[in-house]
């Protein structure tokens, strides 16, 4: 009875998104990057099958996974070629007998040295290279994870889980915002298949964006004919994941692990697999073999998008794109490192993109 009334809820709450209000598209995007290298380095495909602390970003419902003792994970990425640098921390504490599990996740998002040439210009019209001065732009998120086993019994497993995240994002001096938004989500095992739903930014997230500039900025915004922002509100609308994996067997050291999931937006339109004017459908998929739980390979594919092709100088031909990613990892007692290697484009000129992740389970002393 209480699966069924988590879907009752659910449903209850994503109802009046359906009806596609006004949301800023690809709002918050810093947080779809994704969380540790074995997710990325599986093409994003989690939703059903993360066991371990990263549950806190993909599947809060997930962190039950997390038995015994505290796990500690951290991941570090660069982007565009060390232009953008994200960051990736987590704790997952389990409580009262393994029955829940408390996380809390943070992330940053950052480019940093940008140039600000507001001053470049002088009054008389001569160039100063000299006023140029940098920036940085970051944003953050801190995710506060709560996950309850439902059933335990019959070779069933299920559970639910939630986030509160607070979100803190600043440019320079010129602008800083704060929001706040609600995770949910289920998760349901039996034998070897697992069943995975997330709803993220459920009840839609806001960001409240204000602005500073001093006298001097404001009149060079002016004289540029540039607006001066004083005040701004950001909606995310809700996003629905649907996860399925199966843990096949091929013999007594080996396994492969296979997800598939599917991302459900309700902003409009994307250029996604399936888009209409209210609902966008974007498919992902994972590998995993695993040699005796202890060494890791990985494969997936995810983010497919139409792109013009290269070479077309009409520019009227149009092909498929997808983000291919691989992976590897190995486990020794209580130590797990990751690697995922991807690239953001499947053009001529990838942009690649290397994935260090580590997860440390905190072993309990024994009393004597």
């Not at 960051?87 to 600000?116: C, E, Q, S, W």
């Amino acid at each position: 009875m209480r699966i069924f009334l988590f879907f009752k809820i659910l449903l209850f709450l994503l109802l009046p998104c359906l009806g596609f209000s006004q949301f800023r598209k690809y709002s918050n995007e810093f947080l779809n990057i994704g969380a540790g290298a074995r997710g990325l380095g599986m093409g994003a495909s989690q939703a059903a099958s993360v066991s371990d602390g990263t549950a806190g970003y993909w599947n809060p419902a997930a962190l039950v996974g997390v038995q015994n003792a505290p796990s500690v994970n951290l991941m570090h990425a660069s982007y565009f070629d060390n232009i953008g640098k994200y960051d990736f921390g987590n704790v997952a504490i389990p409580v009262d007998n393994n029955k829940r599990v408390l996380g809390l996740t943070v992330l940053r998002f950052a480019v940093d040295d940008i140039p600000n040439t507001l001053f470049l210009v002088e009054p008389d019209g001569s160039i100063n290279y000299g006023n140029i001065t940098t920036f940085s732009s970051a944003d953050y998120a801190f995710l506060f994870s709560f996950a309850q086993k439902i059933t335990d019994k019959d070779g069933l497993k299920t559970s639910f889980g939630a986030n509160a995240k607070i979100i803190y994002r600043k440019v320079g001096h010129f602008a800083t915002a704060w929001g706040f938004g609600i995770d949910a989500g289920f998760k349901m095992e039996k034998n070897r298949w697992s069943l995975g739903i997330v709803a993220k930014d459920l009840t839609t997230t806001f960001n409240a964006w204000s602005f500073h500039f001093d006298e001097k900025e404001k009149e060079v915004l002016y004289l540029t004919e540039n607006a001066i922002p004083v005040k701004s509100t950001e909606l995310t609308s809700p996003r629905l994941t649907v996860g399925n994996s199966y843990n096949f067997r091929l013999g007594k050291s080996v396994s492969l692990l296979a997800e598939a999931d599917l991302d459900f937006t309700f902003d409009g339109q994307r250029n996604t697999v399936i888009g209409s004017k209210t609902l966008s459908i974007d498919p992902h998929a994972g590998l995993e073999a695993a040699i005796k739980n202890v060494f890791f390979v990985r494969a997936g594919i995810s983010n497919f998008q139409q792109a013009l092709a290269d070479g077309d100088t009409t520019n009227q031909k149009k092909v498929w794109i997808y983000q291919p990613s691989l992976g590897a990892g190995f486990k020794l007692n209580n130590v797990s490192i990751d690697y995922a290697f991807t690239n953001l484009a499947n053009q001529s000129n990838p942009l690649y993109t290397h994935v260090f992740s580590l997860k440390i389970d905190l072993i309990k002393k024994k009393k004597k």
